[in-house]
Nanobody
Framework: QVQLVESGGGLVQAGGSLRLSCAAP????????MGWYRQAPGKQRELVAS???????NYADSVKGRFIISRDSTKNTMYLQMNSLKPEDTAVYYC???????????WGLGTQVTVSS
């Protein structure tokens, strides 16, 4: 059973910052696309940001300029630096790792982020 371990969620006031972390096994981290998704109550899960093994990044329009995704190969860990947080950023944030070849698709258990107004 592959484990993606998220950490760093919590409660923050609007305008504040949080950093999420996702640790993955080396074999997964080195070959897959890593991403952060979020799901707010009553809404579908959506992509927040992703980063390829080569470092190519992709962001949802709603977080561009505020969030920064990065990965540290020495620690097999992905990060999401979230700045200028808004109440609408409140959601459970999930880490995902996937690859077409070899195929795999793994999710973490999620970490709650709550932004108060």
């Amino acid at each position: 059973q592959v484990q993606l371990v998220e950490s760093g969620g919590g409660l923050v006031q609007a305008g504040g910052s949080l950093r999420l972390s996702c640790a993955a096994p080396r074999s997964i981290f080195s070959s897959g696309v890593m991403g952060w998704y979020r799901q707010a109550p009553g809404k579908q899960r959506e992509l927040v940001a992703s980063i390829s093994a080569g470092g190519r990044t992709n962001y949802a329009d709603s977080v561009k300029g505020r969030f920064i995704i990065s990965r540290d190969s020495t620690k097999n860990t992905m990060y999401l630096q979230m700045n200028s947080l808004k109440p609408e950023d409140t959601a459970v944030y999930y880490c995902k790792a996937d690859s077409d070849f070899p195929y795999f698709n793994y999710w973490g258990l999620g970490t709650q982020v709550t932004v108060s107004s």
